[in-house]
């Protein structure tokens, strides 16, 4: 006599399921094999679907980044962004955003500190000996 979905149901209720089993179906699903319990009962008992998440978030970051860096170099998004960079309207936005308080705060925060002090100073040394460099050049 065939047992119906309940029966079945309540007969894996009876195992208690570990880690091990959830990591042994999520290998199953990625050969595209049966489950040994039904997904409902992983999911509610065990939290398949996190674990199966999180196995798989690194690597679907990693394609999203893949992904989203192939479009940027695309020939259309550049000639879009390049428009949208030149526009008015995006430049008043810019330049009304770095007008507040706290961004300016917070740039000057960054300028003080140390290593980007020392990258500052030594970008504008570099500067004024090429300047020097070119005088000497020119011989003025």
């Known amino acids: ?6 029966e079945i149901l309540d007969s894996f209720e009876e195992k208690p ?9 999520i290998g199953l699903a990625e050969q595209g094999l049966p489950l040994t319990q039904p997904l409902a009962r992983l999911n509610t008992h065990c939290n398949f679907k996190e674990v199966w998440e999180s ?3 690194k690597e679907r970051k990693e394609e999203l980044k893949a992904r989203q860096a192939a479009y940027k170099q695309k020939p259309s998004y550049i000639a879009w962004r390049k428009a949208y960079c030149t526009s008015q309207k995006y430049k008043a936005r810019i330049k ?31 500067k004024y000996w090429l300047n020097k460099q070119k005088e000497v050049k020119h011989g003025r």
Do not use: D, G, W
């Open 55 to 57: 196995m798989f978030e």
């Open 17 to 25: 399921i570990c880690k091990q089993e959830v990591i042994r179906n």
């Open 1 to 6: 006599m065939k047992k119906t979905t309940k």
């Open 96 to 126: 009304e955003y770095n007008k507040r308080p706290e961004v300016k705060a917070r740039k000057i925060k960054y300028l003080h500190r140390p290593e980007v002090r020392n990258r500052i100073n030594a970008a504008s040394r570099k």
